[in-house]
């Protein structure tokens, strides 16, 4: 982790990330199972879904301090991978922004049947 990235108020997850850490996670899950999933974790957390948009595929929600946008993209019906936009509404990071991903990421691992990491490079 870099000291920019440290103090970073954003993260944001990709296929081919430089960190490994935050490459794109593969699901055997459909769509909307992703999206159960997902609403699953704002629940527990209790964190606001404000927008779920199927037609390009992402999920807008809002917690304490931060939002999260969730983007899924359904590779084959069976097969799903998804990634974050973490912001956080603070003059620093200091690395919480990839902790929350990680988060987030290790929740959804336990709750979908997790496939890979940057399967389609």
Excluded at 42 to 51: G, Y
Excluded at 82 to 103: H, Q, V, Y
Aim: glycine residues 8%; contains cysteine.
């Amino acid at each position: 982790m870099g000291i920019m990235s440290f103090f970073s108020t954003t993260c944001e997850t990709r296929e081919l990330h430089q960190d490994t850490q935050l490459r794109t996670k593969y699901f055997r899950n459909n769509f909307n199972q992703c999206v159960e999933g997902i609403q699953k974790f704002a629940a527990e957390n209790h964190l606001e879904v404000r927008n779920i948009n199927p037609e390009h595929g992402e999920v807008y929600m809002i917690g304490p301090g931060f939002d999260v946008i969730f983007t899924i993209i359904q590779t084959t019906l069976i097969e799903s991978g998804i990634d974050l936009k973490i912001n956080l509404f603070s003059f620093t990071g200091m690395g919480r922004p990839k902790r929350k991903a990680l988060e987030i990421y290790k929740y959804l691992e336990s709750v979908l049947k997790f496939k890979g990491v940057s399967l389609h490079p």
